[in-house]
């Protein structure tokens, strides 16, 4: 699509430069003008980077408890190391992989179930865990009943699953 380059710009550009500006990938779109006689030497063309607009920050940062600045999307440090003590007392307490019955005739069973159901059962894509439907919490029966498992990718049970469970426990 060609936007009139010359009259919108008021000079002549190249045809790239004038094709798209939205589309540029740049942080600030500068035309390229093609030089000529008149304008050799006279510094046309893109600006250079450390002259371009910087692209604003998408929020605010906020303030953390302790009082520190943190930027959007980040966590404070106190924040970090106050969860990893959390997370290590809730590990001493729970029991291992083996004691919970993931042993290996839990990985015969589930690298059966993955051939048989290859597909993640809520986006489509390949699944790679073996979900509980219902949390067994230790019951063996429950944890080897085959109707209580779905197959799951990665991304589907280490977010929206591991959601719907924390919902449930907060529920009870």
Request: glycine fraction near 6%; hydrophobic fraction near 25%; proline fraction near 9%.
């Amino acid at each position: 699509m060609n936007y009139g380059a010359a009259s919108w710009l008021g000079d002549t550009v190249s045809p790239k430069a004038a094709s798209c500006p939205p589309c540029r990938s740049v942080s600030r779109w500068e035309p390229e003008r093609v030089k000529d006689s008149k304008t050799e030497g006279a510094g046309f063309g893109p600006l250079p980077i450390d002259q371009r607009m910087s692209v604003m920050p998408s929020k605010p940062p906020r303030v953390c408890g302790c009082g520190k600045r943190v930027p959007f999307g980040k966590r404070c440090p106190c924040q970090a190391k106050r969860d990893a003590e959390r997370k290590a007392r809730h590990d001493q307490t729970r029991p291992s992989s083996s004691a919970r019955g993931y042993t290996g005739s839990w990985d015969r069973a589930k690298a059966e179930f993955l051939r048989e159901h290859p597909f993640c059962r809520r986006c489509g894509e390949r699944a790679a865990v073996v979900d509980h439907k219902t949390p067994h919490r230790g019951n063996q029966d429950l944890f080897w009943d085959r109707s209580n498992w779905q197959p799951l990718c990665t991304t589907c049970h280490s977010s929206a699953k591991q959601r719907e469970e924390r919902r449930a426990i907060k529920r009870t």
